[in-house]
């Protein structure tokens, strides 16, 4: 069975920096895509970022790009998602996902509704 775990969501200023993780275990397959989606109040959840745990190929959205990075240690099966230079906009929960793909496209690992698995979902507020 899939099991997807948030962690480090938290509340900080515009500015400000956090680093959220999602760890996984009962993977059926070592090629995933990991994905990092946010759902804002009253918002549809959109695409943030992910990787693809075995080429390392990474996607950024537009709204995020130049302050986020992500990143996955297989060792541990866990990915990170760094946030910097946060704004009131980043506010949301963020859910990782996971779904197996040999190949990464932007497709496969940037839309919600490729996803199967996901996680239980972290807050993350920034205050103006």
């Known amino acids: 069975q899939v099991r997807l775990v948030e962690s480090g969501g938290g509340s900080v200023q515009a500015g400000g920096s956090l680093r959220l993780s999602c760890t996984a275990s009962g993977l059926p397959y070592t090629e995933n895509c990991i994905g990092w989606f946010r759902q804002g109040p009253g918002q549809r959840r959109e695409a943030v970022a992910s990787i693809h745990t075995t080429t390392g190929t990474t996607y950024l959205s537009d709204s995020v790009k130049g302050r986020f990075t992500v990143s996955h240690d297989n060792a541990a099966s866990t990915t990170f998602l760094q946030m910097a230079n946060l704004k009131p906009e980043d506010t949301g929960t963020y859910y990782c996902?996971?779904?197996?793909?040999?190949?990464?496209?932007?497709?496969?690992?940037?839309?919600?509704?490729?996803?199967?698995?996901w996680g239980q979902g972290a807050q993350v507020t920034v205050s103006s």
């Open positions: 996902g996971a779904e197996d793909w040999y190949t990464p496209t932007w497709d496969r690992c940037m839309t919600e509704s490729k996803y199967d698995d």
